[in-house]
């Protein structure tokens, strides 16, 4: 028989009321095997009293034979009937009983049944239940530990301050100049395609100054922190996680929140404002560029205009949202970090949410802003 042959089974009749299932061919995943199904399509046509298993004609075999004797004896149990497995090779008779040993999971074939349409909107109301619980708990941590931070009683390190202020400020400069740069000279040349048309080229400088120091400075620094410092607070504060250091800093009685999150929190309140005051400067240096180089306009000319219509509303307007900002980036990439699951691919995951929520907050921020500020008239 060739070793390539497809694995077959036959029923034989014995005298004494004994079902003979005889097994040959080559046995393997590769192949087309027959379905323990035939079996019980058998036990139907005869009702014998005991079934003997005969392997002797099998050339070779793989663990699909495993679930074909395993799917045979649960048949041969649901009609009462007796087994007998001499006929089988002795490892692959012990295989089986090994098998038949650990029960399977009460459920497991369930768990892929797809739940109902009310089933799942339940479980997403209740998830979005916990999320909302675990952020005001987070929240209302956060408070305490500000609350002590100006008691004094706050226990951190001040090199950990010093250093996150240095990330979240020092060595953001660069990417906050480029993008703020060129927010300027898009918001320039938008303006600069219209009110030429009326010859009041003059007034984009009003334009990329109000724009910048009421809104695009303080959104576009905050957009640009929450995907690099937002992240990078998540996934360091996953890792601790996954390495269990937040777990001894509570077995050391030390507070995780008051000495990782209280941190970087007072480092982004310190350094977004700053950052934003700058980028604002920055994309004002853009429109001049694109003033000066597009429509000719006078260096002294357009910054006098830009001078002139600033009014210190509109500047702590723009650094109260950055500041604002900051503790929503905050908030969200230390929430996410100490919510990281256990592995490496959920420090990641942790990450990204943290961006994807800290983004969002932000915008649901700046709509607010608007609105409130246009009731005070601002």
Request: charged residues 15%; hydrophobic residues 50%; contains cysteine.
């Given at each position: ?28 995943l590769?192949?087309d ?54 006929g ?105 395609v ?13 334009l ?34 996954v ?22 929190v ?28 597009m ?10 205009e830009t001078?002139s ?16 900002y ?7 990439g ?20 943290a ?12 709509g ?11």
């Amino acid at each position: 028989m060739r070793q390539d042959e497809q694995g077959e089974v036959s029923f034989e009749q014995a005298s004494d009321a004994t079902l003979v299932v005889r097994l040959s061919g080559s046995w393997c995943l590769r192949n087309d095997m027959p379905a323990a199904a035939l079996l019980a399509e058998q036990l139907k046509a005869v009702t014998p009293k005991r079934v003997l298993f005969d392997s002797s004609p099998i050339t070779n075999w793989d663990s699909s034979l495993i679930a074909f004797l395993t799917q045979s004896s649960e048949i041969c149990r649901a009609h009462g009937i007796k087994q007998d497995r001499g006929g089988l090779q002795d490892g692959l008779r012990h295989l089986v009983e090994l098998a038949e040993a650990v029960p399977e999971k009460t459920g497991a074939r369930s768990a892929s049944v797809r739940p109902s349409f009310l089933t799942r909107v339940g479980n997403a109301t209740i998830g979005y239940g916990h999320a909302v619980g675990e952020f005001l708990s987070f929240l209302g941590e956060l408070s305490v530990a500000l609350a002590r931070f100006l008691r004094g009683k706050a226990r951190y390190r001040r090199v950990d301050l010093l250093e996150a202020i240095q990330q979240c400020g020092a060595e953001a400069v660069g990417i906050v100049s480029l993008i703020a740069f060129l927010i300027g000279v898009i918001l320039a040349f938008m303006g600069a395609v219209q009110l030429s048309q009326f010859g009041a080229s003059i007034y984009v400088a009003d334009l990329v100054g109000i724009g910048m120091v009421r809104d695009m400075g303080a959104m576009m620094t905050a957009i640009i922190m929450s995907g690099r410092t937002g992240a990078a607070f998540a996934a360091k504060l996953g890792t601790m996680k996954v390495t269990q250091e937040t777990d001894a800093l509570t077995t050391m009685g030390i507070s995780p929140l008051e000495f990782l999150v209280l941190p970087r929190v007072l480092a982004l309140i310190i350094m977004m404002p700053l950052l934003c005051l700058f980028a604002d400067l920055i994309g004002i240096f853009g429109g001049l560029f694109v003033g000066v180089s597009m429509l000719g306009l006078a260096p002294g000319s357009y910054m006098r205009e830009t001078i002139s219509t600033l009014t210190l509303t509109n500047l702590f307007g723009g650094l109260l949202k950055a500041t604002t900002y900051g503790v929503l980036i905050a908030i969200a990439g230390c929430l996410r970090g100490f919510q990281c699951g256990n592995s490496s691919s959920a420090v990641g995951d942790a990450a990204t949410q943290a961006v994807v929520m800290s983004i969002v907050m932000v915008v649901v921020a700046c709509g607010l802003f608007a609105v409130v500020f246009n009731i005070l008239g601002i």
